[in-house]
């Protein structure tokens, strides 16, 4: 119940700081910074309960008595549709990551958006309302509505109050994400049909693990969900949405973007495509790597060719998010608790990334990198800050990314070794272009007459939490991963048992 009223209160946040804005400009502000903060202090309360309770045992799948969290009530009892929400470790680490971000969000736009303050503050909490949803229901029509929920008042965002180009790019960022979507409305719905045979439909999650599918409509099902959910990562070559969305969208939205909505695909393959189709997600794993490796590569070559700040950021995610996808199709636990801490690591880095360009932008009034050049000299804090996160964004060691990346590499190279050095050339190309950014718009000479205000206390202080946030992931990375490995060691039996059990079910019917 607890998860549900979570969902209501950011939703009830967003009118009230829609209303707010009667008060004053600062009214939206300060409503969203307080609502996300007792929503962040509510979750890292259920965190710090989370071991002495259940976090340090194995959490299965198809068991909700193993969550930290469940809670089902009927909605559409008709069609076997409930309320339905539940909470592990590795959603209770995205919890707290949504969360986070959002307040940073909230702080990179508090000078940047003076046109109706409050209707954006509420498209902001309404968007992170959608995520916490799609991060905890398991009802897969409930999870369904919050998957397209959240991309409302994300177009939104970037139409209204993104860049010069911004109908075109929200447009296609709807279309992209919509078009998914309705794959996998429809996979679902099959499913469940299937599922269902000649007993009562259901769309529970618990209920529909374990479905015997023929193998040749599992294989297209699974497509159908892994379709959906690489558009969101987004994965390569259906990644063409990202670059466009992020370099029109305003400060805050790139936050969001890039920190949390890329994670929501990432989730999605990690607790639906991978446990609901065992057998084919492991035919498909060869292809998925490939993309992932692909990704890689692609996204840090394209990264090196831009002369537009946010544009190179917007392609290394999609080189970034392809070790998520290598580490999930792995099928081992480092490549499993990789893909988790590359999901938590990214979304830190490159929200400071996207922060650092839009307050370039806001004061210089360009994202054109040739343009700048000297940056360091005029505004020393906001040099070092932008030399801290590329660091962390090329694997230093000492860093949450290196970590990350670490265990991709090893669980990845444990299936596949060629494939695990193809991806190390990633590493190479991540170096290149995030220092190549840094020598750019922040060394040699400013040009004449050049000014720029540096970062103030309160940009300071959201980028000290940020590093302090990589620093820990770096160096002390064993709670996120205490967190997640619970789930993780309930999902890897499963996902043989299931899968064997589909393949000797193929064979006895073929």
Request: negative net charge.
């Given at each position: 119940?607890?998860?549900?009223?979570?969902?209501?209160?950011?939703?009830?946040?967003?009118?009230?700081?829609?209303?707010a804005?009667?008060?004053?400009?600062?009214?939206?502000?300060w409503?969203a910074?307080?609502?996300?903060?007792?929503?962040?202090?509510f979750?890292?309360?259920?965190?710090?309960?989370?071991?002495?309770?259940?976090?340090?045992?194995?959490?299965s799948?198809?068991?909700?008595?193993?969550?930290?969290?469940?809670?089902?009530?009927?909605?559409?009892?008709?069609?076997?549709?409930?309320?339905?929400?539940?909470?592990?470790?590795?959603?209770?680490?995205?919890?707290?990551?949504?969360?986070?971000?959002?307040?940073?969000?909230?702080?990179?736009?508090?000078?940047?958006?003076?046109?109706r303050?409050?209707?954006?503050?509420?498209?902001?909490?309404?968007?992170?309302?959608?995520?916490?949803?799609?991060?905890?229901?398991?009802?897969?029509?409930?999870?369904?509505?919050?998957?397209?929920?959240?991309?409302?008042?994300?177009?939104?965002?970037?139409?209204?109050?993104?860049?010069?180009?911004?109908?075109?790019?929200?447009?296609?960022?709807?279309?992209?994400?919509?078009?998914?979507?309705?794959?996998?409305?429809?996979?679902?719905?099959?499913?469940?049909?299937?599922?269902?045979?000649?007993?009562?439909?259901?769309?529970s999650?618990?209920?529909?693990?374990?479905?015997?599918?023929?193998?040749?409509?599992?294989?297209?099902?699974?497509?159908?969900?892994?379709?959906?959910?690489?558009?969101?990562?987004?994965?390569?070559?259906?990644?063409?949405?990202?670059?466009?969305?992020?370099?029109?969208?305003?400060?805050?939205?790139?936050?969001?973007?890039?920190?949390?909505?890329?994670?929501?695909?990432?989730?999605?393959?990690?607790?639906?495509?991978?446990?609901?189709f065992?057998?084919?997600?492991?035919?498909?794993?060869?292809?998925?790597?490939?993309?992932?490796?692909?990704?890689?590569?692609?996204?840090?070559?394209?990264?090196?060719?831009?002369?537009?700040?946010?544009?190179?950021?917007?392609?290394?995610?999609?080189?970034?998010?392809?070790?998520?996808?290598?580490?999930?199709?792995?099928?081992?636990?480092?490549?499993?608790?990789?893909?988790?801490?590359?999901?938590?690591?990214?979304?830190?880095?490159?929200?400071?990334?996207?922060?650092?360009?839009?307050?370039?932008?806001?004061?210089?009034?360009?994202?054109?990198?040739?343009?700048?050049?000297?940056?360091?000299?005029l505004?020393?804090?906001?040099?070092?800050?932008?030399?801290?996160?590329?660091?962390?964004?090329?694997?230093?060691?000492?860093?949450?990314?290196?970590?990350?990346?670490?265990?991709?590499?090893?669980?990845?190279?444990?299936?596949?070794?060629?494939?695990?050095?193809?991806a190390?050339?990633?590493?190479?190309?991540?170096?290149?272009?995030a220092?190549?950014?840094?020598q750019?718009?922040?060394?040699?000479?400013?040009a004449?007459?050049?000014?720029?205000?540096?970062?103030?206390?309160?940009?300071?202080?959201?980028?000290?939490?940020?590093?302090?946030?990589?620093?820990?992931?770096?160096?002390?990375?064993?709670?996120?991963?205490?967190?997640?490995?619970?789930?993780?060691?309930?999902?890897?039996?499963?996902?043989?048992?299931?899968?064997?059990m589909?393949?000797?079910?193929?064979?006895?019917?073929?």
């Open positions: 119940m607890s998860l549900f009223l979570l969902v209501l209160f950011l939703l009830a946040a967003g009118a009230g700081a829609w209303f804005e009667r008060l004053g400009p600062q009214g939206p502000r409503t910074l307080l609502a996300l903060a007792f929503a962040l202090a979750v890292l309360g259920i965190a710090a309960a989370a071991p002495a309770a259940k976090g340090l045992l194995a959490s799948p198809a068991d909700p008595a193993t969550w930290l969290l469940h809670w089902r009530a009927p909605w559409v009892p008709r069609f076997g549709i409930a309320l339905e929400f539940a909470l592990d470790g590795v959603s209770l680490v995205l919890l707290v990551l949504t969360l986070l971000l959002g307040l940073v969000a909230v702080a990179s736009g508090w000078r940047e958006i003076e046109d303050p409050g209707f954006f503050h509420a498209n902001l909490l309404w968007t992170l309302a959608g995520v916490v949803g799609v991060f905890t229901a398991l009802d897969l029509v409930l999870f369904f509505l919050f998957w397209e929920v959240m991309l409302v008042p994300m177009y939104l965002l970037i139409a209204i109050w993104g860049h010069e180009d911004r109908a075109r790019a929200a447009m296609k960022f709807f279309i992209f994400t919509q078009a998914s979507g309705l794959l996998l409305l429809f996979a679902v719905v099959v499913l469940a049909w299937q599922a269902a045979g000649t007993g009562p439909i259901s769309f999650y618990f209920d529909l693990l374990g479905v015997t599918l023929e193998p040749r409509l599992g294989f297209w099902l699974m497509l159908g969900f892994f379709a959906a959910f690489v558009v969101k990562l987004p994965g390569f070559p259906l990644h063409s949405w990202l670059p466009d969305a992020h370099t029109q969208a305003p400060t805050a939205g790139s936050v969001l973007l890039a920190g949390i909505l890329l994670k929501t695909g990432a989730y999605g393959l990690l607790r639906f495509c991978l446990p609901l065992p057998a084919a997600s492991q035919d498909f794993a060869p292809i998925a790597m490939a993309l992932g490796v692909a990704g890689i590569l692609y996204g840090a070559v394209l990264a090196f060719a831009q002369t537009d700040f946010k544009r190179l950021v917007a392609y290394s995610s999609v080189s970034h998010m392809g070790f998520v996808l290598l580490g999930l199709y792995a099928f081992n636990a480092l490549g499993l608790q990789g893909a988790v801490m590359q999901m938590v690591t990214h979304g830190v880095s490159t929200a400071a990334l996207f922060m650092l360009a839009g307050a370039l932008q806001h004061r210089l009034h360009t994202r054109d990198m040739g343009q700048m050049g000297g940056l360091w000299v505004a020393p804090r906001m040099g070092a800050c932008a030399m801290f996160f590329a660091l962390a964004s090329l694997g230093l060691p000492g860093l949450g990314n290196f970590v990350a990346e670490f265990l991709v590499f090893f669980g990845v190279f444990a299936v596949a070794p060629w494939l695990a050095v193809a190390a050339l990633g590493m190479v190309g991540a170096a290149v272009y220092l190549w950014l840094v750019r718009a922040f060394h040699g000479e400013p004449a007459g050049q000014v720029l205000a540096d970062f103030d206390r309160r940009e300071m202080a959201t980028m000290y939490a940020m590093m302090a946030a990589l620093l820990w992931l770096g160096l002390y990375p064993q709670p996120v991963l205490d967190l997640a490995q619970p789930a993780i060691d309930g999902l890897l039996p499963w996902l043989g048992d299931a899968a064997a589909s393949l000797a079910v193929s064979a006895e019917t073929g």
